[in-house]
């Protein structure tokens, strides 16, 4: 009310509500014995109320059943005490559309490996908004495909993936006695380096 530009009067028995401008007397509110002020009903002036399309209400109601089945069970007097009901212009409703949207199954694998290290999935991540005690940003994951065995290594800059993967080879390969067969990564440019190629093409794994 203040910002529309009415200046309101509070004392212990009413609040008067006036034009801040003119003074002009525009309602008139009563204290009750609860402390609450009551309008009181101002001559020449109507209270209008706004009203929702009850169709989406029954929509949801009826566990968001079609519109079109909606009209004919009130049109057929389906039920007693639902209102009329009209199909809006849009019937898109977003918790139909989640409701209906269907999951394709992942593909099988083409191969299982049957021994540690013949496939070794690794990506990197970062830079973290927060860095360890060490200073390091990013993380760089190993995960054996046969056995999901996950090794974790720590790094200030993504140029440091190289000798963290030599260091890996060198400890898991002399761990198990076997070797790594193919390492499989998103391509990101850590691992795409002459470096890194050159380095799995003399120990023979497939990239």
């Known amino acids: 009310m203040c910002d529309q530009g009415h200046t309101l009067t509070f004392d212990s028995h009413e609040c008067e509500i006036r034009r801040s401008k003119s003074g002009k007397l525009v309602g008139r509110a009563v ?3 609860s402390n609450v002020y009551i309008l009181e009903e101002i001559k020449g002036e109507r209270c209008l109320i706004g009203k929702i399309d009850e169709s989406w209400l ?3 109601r009826m566990g968001h059943t079609n519109f079109d089945n909606l009209v004919k069970i009130n049109k057929n007097q389906g039920m007693r005490g639902i209102p009329k009901i ?4 849009c019937t898109i409703c977003k918790y139909c559309e989640h409701g209906k949207k269907t999951h394709v199954s992942f593909k099988y694998k083409e191969f299982t490996p049957s021994k540690p290290l013949e496939i070794i999935h690794t990506d990197l991540c970062g ?3 927060s860095q360890s005690l ?4 990013y993380f760089m994951l190993f995960n054996d495909d046969q056995t999901r065995m996950t090794w974790v290594a720590f790094l200030k800059h993504k140029f440091e993936a190289f000798n963290h993967f030599r260091s890996f080879k060198a400890l898991v390969e002399n761990e198990t006695g076997d070797r790594i067969k193919c390492l499989r ?3 990101g440019g850590e ?5 890194f190629e050159e380095f ?3 120990h023979g794994s497939k990239r």
């Open 200 to 202: 799995c093409e003399s």
């Open 31 to 33: 204290k009750t014995p």
């Open 191 to 195: 691992f795409t380096s002459n470096e």
């Open 134 to 137: 060490q200073g390091e940003k």
């Open 185 to 187: 990564s998103n391509n």
């Open 58 to 60: 029954w929509h949801k």
């Open 86 to 89: 009209t199909k809006p212009s």
């Open 127 to 129: 830079p973290t908004r």
